[in-house]
């Protein structure tokens, strides 16, 4: 009995694990994309990439205007954070006539003429002058083989101690932050305000819209009988099989016809019907007990006080379904906008069209694309987490009779 008890924890805790980690790899990416939508641009572009935004630490020091940023430099012996003080100092970088593979970079003003002015002639033919150059404490005599530039790094509790070194090459001190501010930069762009109230209007219609039109159409399939109800009810079932891209023009004329070209109604009421929700709400109906709605006949309730106080609060699950199916698809709508909606016409743009035009506009801020990814985004992941518990129950109890 405990080796079964031991046997199944064991399972469990490995089926756990294994479902969690594949759970952290499906939402890396999302965390990336909110993480980077926090970033500066040059932090968007760090290599090797880092997942949490960070920028670089700067300190404030006595005799300078500005904050100096900090870097990790060696300082005798030991890598410490300095101050850059000053960036692009003069320098050489000096060698040993008989071992140039060592060289070092050291600034002009510390280097001085070696008595006796002796020069060398390098392996490529130059002439050089032999230096007295100040190494770690030493003074050796090198010739200069190239020349650079430093910055001048120092100790923020010792102005006086200085380190010089190539900045390109020096590591910065950063520190975890973020920045909000992308999000209102974004909103301000390309008119999203606008385009995320047009989005949000326009996918409430839809749902509502949806709900109200499958609600009455799976209620009269599954209810009420009378000629052809059946035949109707597989002719309307299988438009789903049409593909979208053979009723983009004669759809697209009949918006010319009444006028709604360019205009928000165009994304709305087209959309309000749907065969898909119809046979949804239509199987879940059928699973009603029909002696329940016969003793609501008898009592003489109607077919609407029937549909509104039976049968819709047993449909929650079906309903809840429906609603985050529509909202996802009637938020995240492309194809159709673009056909129908002018680029131009900013005003009735919506979310996803606004994105693409954000998409060649901040071309070179990829945080900023990312925070009007994760715009367009948060709603229909919150909705999904939300309702992810009515997918589980209307998948249990619909579809099951026919």
Not at 198 to 206: A, G, K, P, Q, W
Not at 218 to 226: M, N, V
Request: glycine share 6%.
């Amino acid at each position: 009995m405990i080796s079964f008890r031991l046997s199944k924890i064991l399972t469990n805790t490995i089926t756990y694990i294994i479902l969690t980690a594949f759970a952290l790899v499906m939402l890396f990416p999302f965390l990336y994309m909110f993480a980077t939508s926090l970033k500066t641009p040059n932090d968007t572009f760090t290599y090797p990439p880092r997942l949490f935004p960070r920028e670089q630490s700067t300190i404030e020091l006595d005799g300078y205007n500005d904050p100096l940023p900090l870097y990790f430099v060696l300082a005798e012996g030991e890598e410490k954070e300095y101050a850059l003080a000053q960036s692009g100092v003069p320098a050489g970088v000096y060698a040993d006539p008989n071992d140039l593979e060592t060289a070092y970079a050291v600034p002009l003003e510390f280097v001085k003429p070696a008595i006796g002015g002796d020069e060398v002639t390098l392996p490529d033919g130059t002439v050089q002058e032999i230096m007295d150059v100040p190494v770690e404490g030493k003074i050796l005599q090198l010739v200069q083989v190239n020349r650079t530039a430093l910055g001048r790094f120092v100790d923020p509790e010792d102005t006086t101690k200085e380190v010089f070194q190539v900045v390109r090459t020096s590591e910065p001190v950063s520190k975890i932050t973020a920045h909000p501010e992308n999000y209102v930069h974004v909103l301000k762009m390309e008119n999203m305000e606008r385009s995320l109230t047009n989005t949000t209007l326009i996918t409430i219609f839809v749902v509502v819209g949806q709900m109200v039109t499958s609600v009455m159409g799976g209620y009269a399939f599954a209810r009420l009988r009378f000629p052809g109800r059946d035949k109707l009810f597989l002719f309307y079932l299988g438009t789903i099989m049409i593909p979208f891209v053979m009723l983009i023009i004669p759809l697209y004329q009949l918006m010319v016809l009444f006028g709604w070209t360019d205009k928000l109604a165009s994304l709305i009421f087209p959309w309000i019907f749907t065969a898909y929700g119809t046979f949804l709400m239509r199987q879940f109906f059928i699973t009603v007990p029909k002696d329940i709605e016969e003793a609501a006949l008898m009592d003489g309730a109607s077919r609407f006080e029937i549909l509104y106080r039976i049968f819709l609060p047993a449909a929650a699950p079906a309903l809840a379904t429906l609603a985050t199916f529509t909202f996802l698809y009637a938020w995240n709508s492309f194809f159709w906008p673009l056909v129908i909606i002018n680029t131009g016409n900013y005003e009735n743009h919506v979310l996803t069209l606004t994105l693409n035009m954000l998409r060649g506009r901040a071309s070179d801020s990829a945080n900023l694309i990312l925070a009007g990814a994760a715009i367009s985004i948060l709603p229909p992941f919150i909705l999904f987490i939300l309702g992810q518990r009515f997918f589980i129950e209307s998948a249990m109890s619909s579809g099951v009779k026919g």
